[in-house]
């Protein structure tokens, strides 16, 4: 889970450079707030279960969901 939120943060950041070096701060701070809420939902964690191994749950990378959710992409 860690290390799924190290690369979250630093998806977040280099999104928020990128809008508030294209214009300035209140419409890229409205675009930045817009981007989010649309691409959010579609972020994806991905690793795997086991039982028998501790600890159970082990990220490996992010992605996002496309295609209405049927098709992953990691980066």
Request: aromatic share 12%; charged share 15%; proline share 3%.
């Given at each position: ?5 190290k690369i979250f943060h630093v998806w977040m950041v280099a999104v928020l450079v990128l809008f508030l ?55």
């Open positions: 889970m860690k290390i799924f939120l070096f294209q214009a300035g701060s209140v419409s890229a701070h409205a675009r930045l707030v817009g981007v989010i809420k649309t691409v959010k939902p579609s972020i994806v964690a991905i690793g795997t279960y086991s039982i028998k191994e501790t600890p159970r749950i082990r990220f490996y990378g992010t992605g996002f969901a496309v295609g209405n959710g049927r098709y992953v992409i990691t980066n």
